[in-house]
């Protein structure tokens, strides 16, 4: 129990601060997502449609664009988040790495997921018939929560510091087995 109580304060005091930093790094891997997603759709793809899987359903031009920025900014994110916003964790890198884009995939389809739910109920809760309002909002909504899912998410898991797990896990196994040192 003391544990749990330990790391939940420590992660309090630094959450400010850290989810700041994750805050830049994400502003930051957006803009270059953005940029890429510009450039490749004007210059790099640029026939309509890539691929036809069905009659009915195309890899198209748009889509390439923004597989291919999404995943450019992701490497930006993983380097601003590796080296700036959880610069304690101790696994390796590839460690860090896979469960990065793990964890960014699996956001990238949450997200999707909850817009569309967001699109299924946002415009008769609010009852507004402007679809452009409508779309700023949903994404809006639909960014900010799965932003913060993806923060905890890389911090839990892409990026854990087992050291001090560990380290915390000892010291509280040595306070329950000498009690007379607590003073």
């Known amino acids: 129990m003391a544990i749990r ?35 490749a759709y004007a210059f790099i793809f640029t026939e309509e449609v890539y691929f036809q899987i069905t ?58 997921l909850m817009t569309r739910f967001l699109w299924s109920i946002i415009p008769y809760l609010l009852e507004i018939d402007n679809e452009k309002v409508l779309a700023l909002i949903i994404r809006t909504i639909s960014a900010g929560t799965i932003g913060v899912l993806s923060f905890i998410l890389h911090k839990i898991f892409s990026f854990e510091v087992q050291r001090a797990v560990a380290e915390l896990e000892e010291t509280e196994a040595e306070e329950n087995e000498n009690p007379a040192q607590k003073s």
């Open 55 to 112: 009659p009915e359903v195309f890899i198209t031009r748009q889509l390439m664009a923004i597989l291919f920025s999404y995943h450019c900014g992701l490497l930006v994110n993983f380097g601003i988040s590796k080296y700036f916003v959880f610069k304690e964790s101790d696994l390796r890198t590839g460690t860090q790495f896979l469960r990065f884009l793990l964890v960014a995939e699996i956001v990238f389809v949450a997200n999707f």
């Open 5 to 39: 109580k330990r790391i939940r304060n420590k992660i309090q005091q630094t959450l400010e601060k850290r989810f700041m930093r994750y805050l830049v790094a994400a502003g930051i891997a957006t803009v270059v997502d953005i940029a890429v997603y510009t450039l």
